[in-house]
């Protein structure tokens, strides 16, 4: 059952009463788990075939006897299966767990290493943007936690700084710690955000209208999950941003 409730006033404004309304939602709840369940079962459907292409195209581009063309063709192939790809991974997440936290699974993994592949991956597209990407960060960082999943939140951030921000701008990476925490903050010199936006920035599905009139491909579930993964680690998540100036990610979680 829903409930609402409100209080019911005389002309001159005496309290007299409340109204109580009880709605009967068992439908409405029933469609919304249907809608769940549907896009898990969809998402796990659409990943398989596209492993093998992930696979078979893996093989053709290392192929020595492809001609360089055709490998440039592949890499295009290769990067647009490999976006499909995070955008199953991102539904899936999404609806298979239905507002419940991120489970995750700790083993000692070296946080230095996992911000170095995620800034070398992607290099290459800061590079055809042209944007300055900058990586400051200690040689090695050993910390419990879900290496996959925090793997995850740093090219998230990585990626969302490069498609956000003009070419001939600059996308910084640190990575820092103390004696308890530790901080990775991606900072960008891109289109920015506007305050309200900001507090909203990390709900299923929320795109700023700025985003979506550049037509920067998204869907607006990135952030949402990055930070269930950073909570379910004991760590937060926040954002300082200036319309047209740049904005700074910054994570922070306990070693
Ligand atoms: P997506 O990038 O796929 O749309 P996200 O959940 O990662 O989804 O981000 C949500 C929205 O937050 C984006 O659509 C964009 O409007 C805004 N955003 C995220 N990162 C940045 C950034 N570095 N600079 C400006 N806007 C950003």
Not at 17 to 28: N, R
Not at 134 to 158: C, G, H, K, T
Request: proline share 4%; charged share 25%; glycine share 8%.
């Amino acid at each position: 059952l829903s409930v609402s409730a409100r209080t019911v006033r005389t002309e001159d404004g005496e309290f007299a009463g409340a109204a109580l309304a009880y709605t009967d939602v068992t439908d409405f709840m029933r469609a919304l788990q249907v809608k769940d369940e549907f896009v898990a079962l969809v998402s796990h459907e659409l990943r398989t075939p596209l492993t093998s292409i992930v696979g078979y195209v893996q093989l053709l581009e290392e192929d020595d006897t492809m001609p360089p063309h055709a490998v440039e063709q592949l890499r295009v192939v290769h990067r647009n299966a490999e976006r499909l790809r995070r955008l199953i991974g991102d539904l899936l997440d999404t609806a298979q767990r239905d507002g419940s936290p991120m489970p995750i699974t700790r083993t000692q993994a070296d946080l230095a290493g996992i911000v170095v592949d995620s800034v070398e991956a992607a290099r290459p597209v800061a590079d055809s943007a042209g944007i300055d990407l900058v990586l400051s960060s200690p040689e090695r960082l050993p910390v419990r936690m879900d290496a996959q999943r925090i793997a995850q939140v740093v090219d998230n951030l990585v990626s969302n700084a490069i498609k956000y921000t003009e070419p001939g701008g600059r996308v910084t990476v640190q990575l820092g710690t103390d004696l308890d925490w530790v901080e990775i903050q991606v900072a960008d010199t891109g289109i920015g955000i506007a305050p309200d936006d900001c507090e909203r920035l990390f709900t299923r599905f929320f795109r700023t209208e700025d985003a979506a009139r550049r037509a920067v491909a998204g869907a607006g579930l990135g952030l949402s999950i990055t930070k269930d993964i950073v909570e379910s680690h004991g760590g937060r998540i926040d954002v300082d941003s200036a319309v047209g100036q740049g904005s700074v990610f910054r994570v922070r979680m306990p070693r």
